[in-house]
């Protein structure tokens, strides 16, 4: 069973005596997070002429998104800027991190057997103080979903619809979804994000969602609120039956920590 641990986000705070605000050039940076949401590849075994044991094979190219995509960092990024890798995490969570541009950040894959690299895809720039995560899709779903440029989704959890939620669900995949929080249904289309925010710290809280005709089931679970300042992250993005327990959608989870912030004096 999967425990959720959901939150409201840092706010203002206010001590007794002397005044406090919250110094607003500590938190000005903003911040990403990338993440490749897709199907995983079937397993593939080599067959021993000699008749012995198979042995698992590696993904081929495109079957797998890139383990690290690199941008140039530099006086002269196109021609002498280094570069840096950024590793991208597999329908794994990520962690966030300062964003290395200040406008759109272009990303490159190594390309196979040279030691050159090659444009994949690009990072719009982010506005100071946002932070958001970047979610690479497959644009087409065939043998090898990740050969070409991925699509892009974006979440920016200083958005109005965001702030200050708890729990967020972002149906990224091609299905309408059923959802179930507590008493409240809500049928979520693709593309469609909903969003909690709960209040009873140490409260049990069920959800589930399903999808099809067959009512599928994505995940049936239970969400206690024990912790301040995290937000529950759940994406939902097409995934493959045969390496997602027969399911045509898989779920992402992901914890973000609220963001730190610096309370200084009034002078």
């Known amino acids: ?27 000005g940076i903003a911040e990403f997070a990338i993440v490749a949401l897709g199907p995983k590849p079937t397993r593939k075994y080599s067959k021993p002429e000699d008749g012995g044991e198979a042995v698992m094979l590696l993904a081929q190219p495109g079957e797998t998104p890139p383990a690290q995509l690199f941008f ?31 406008g759109e950040l272009r990303l490159y ?16 720039a982010i506005p100071d103080t946002m932070r958001r995560i970047f979610f690479l899709m497959p644009s087409k779903l065939d043998s090898t ?4 440029s991925p699509k892009i989704r974006v979440l920016t959890l200083e958005n109005s619809d965001l702030k200050d939620k708890n729990f ?14 507590e008493q409240k249904v809500e049928s979520v289309a693709p593309e469609k994000i909903i969003t909690y925010r709960q209040e009873e710290v140490g409260q049990l809280y069920k959800l589930a969602a399903r999808y099809g005709r067959e009512k599928k089931i994505i995940y049936n679970t239970a969400v206690r ?14 995934g493959s039956p045969a390496t997602n327990a027969g399911r045509e959608v898989g779920v992402f989870r992901m914890v973000i920590p609220a963001r730190e912030v610096e309370i200084v004096p009034n002078r």
Not at 89 to 94: E, G, Q, T
Not at 145 to 148: I, R, T
């Open 109 to 124: 894959r190594k390309l196979s057997g040279e030691d050159n690299f090659g444009p994949y895809v690009t990072l719009p």
């Open 225 to 238: 609120l024990n912790q301040e300042g995290h937000i529950q992250l759940f994406v939902l993005y097409d």
């Open 72 to 102: 140039r960092s530099g006086k002269s990024e196109d021609k002498d800027g280094r570069w840096n890798a950024l590793n991208i995490p597999f329908n794994n969570p990520s962690t966030l991190r300062q964003m290395p541009a200040e």
């Open 145 to 148: 979903p990740w050969k070409e």
């Open 168 to 181: 967020i669900l972002a149906n990224f995949s091609s299905h309408t979804v059923q959802h179930a929080f």
């Open 1 to 27: 069973m999967l425990i959720l641990t959901l939150c409201c986000l840092a706010s203002d705070s206010k001590a007794q005596g002397e005044q406090q605000k919250i110094d607003p050039t500590k938190d």
